[in-house]
């Protein structure tokens, strides 16, 4: 099984990032799926998760309505898109499968919201 997300870097206050995740070693169609974020020093935290027919699932009270996920099946693929980005954004991102046991976690795609 691997996460291969992507797509992190430098944005400023209010603009917009998209990142993906690329995902290999497991059936993904079937599978609920999640975004999650690690702020130095502390636990990850859920983002937002998607069903695995492609609704959206459970999102952090701090990013509803700024943040949306989407999925490719085809492609094994699965998108953050952040809009409206904070200063308190800033994190690394990382995806998994939505449910416990989760998978081994990938290296994860920083994201830095700064002026």
């Known amino acids: 099984v691997q996460f291969v997300e992507s797509g992190g870097g430098l944005a400023q206050p209010g603009g917009s990032l998209t990142l993906s995740c690329a995902v290999s070693g497991f059936d993904f169609s079937t599978y609920d799926m999640s975004w999650f974020r690690q702020y130095p020093g502390k636990e990850r935290e859920l983002v937002g998760s998607i069903f695995s027919g492609g609704a959206s699932g459970n999102w952090a009270d701090s990013v509803k309505g700024r943040f949306f996920i989407s999925r490719d099946n085809g492609k094994k693929t699965m998108y953050l898109e952040m809009k409206r980005l904070k200063p308190e954004d800033s994190a690394v991102y990382y995806c998994?499968?939505?449910?416990?046991?989760?998978?081994?976690w990938g290296q994860g795609t920083q994201v830095t919201v700064s002026s």
């Open positions: 998994n499968r939505h449910w416990s046991p989760r998978y081994p």
